[in-house]
């Protein structure tokens, strides 16, 4: 069974700096596209970063030249980045696969804040 833990969120002020981990059971994060979501108060989640099997990246718009996604495929942890963090930033950050659907598994979550 999948199990997925977000961890490293909190609290910063606007230009700080997080690092998020995710850590998986098993070997999902070598063998699959993985990616990092995040949903604020009243909006949907939606994904900001992805990482492909082959290390190929992908960043939304809101957060490119900010963060960066990588993992440890040794460790089955994947990893984001999170710099210059801004107000609009602050969300709960979950990791999953790049092809996950609201109907899938879900771990907790880190909650990230981001005071201005």
């Known amino acids: 069974q999948v199990h997925l833990a977000e961890s490293g969120g909190g609290l910063v002020q606007a230009g700080g700096s997080l690092r998020l981990s995710c850590a998986a059971s098993?070997?999902?994060?070598?063998?699959?596209?993985m990616a990092w979501y995040r949903q604020a108060p009243g909006k949907q989640r939606l994904l900001v970063a992805a990482?492909?099997?082959?290390?190929?990246?992908y960043y939304a718009d809101s957060v490119k030249d900010r963060f960066t996604i990588s993992r440890d495929n040794a460790k089955n942890t994947m990893y984001l980045q999170m710099n210059s963090l801004k107000f609009e930033d602050t969300a709960v950050y979950y990791c999953?696969?790049?092809?996950?659907?609201?109907?899938?598994?879900w771990g907790q979550g880190t909650q990230v804040t981001v005071s201005a």
């Open positions: 990482i492909t099997s082959r290390d190929f990246t």
């Open positions: 999953n696969t790049l092809k996950a659907t609201p109907a899938d598994y």
């Open positions: 098993g070997s999902i994060i070598s063998i699959n596209g």
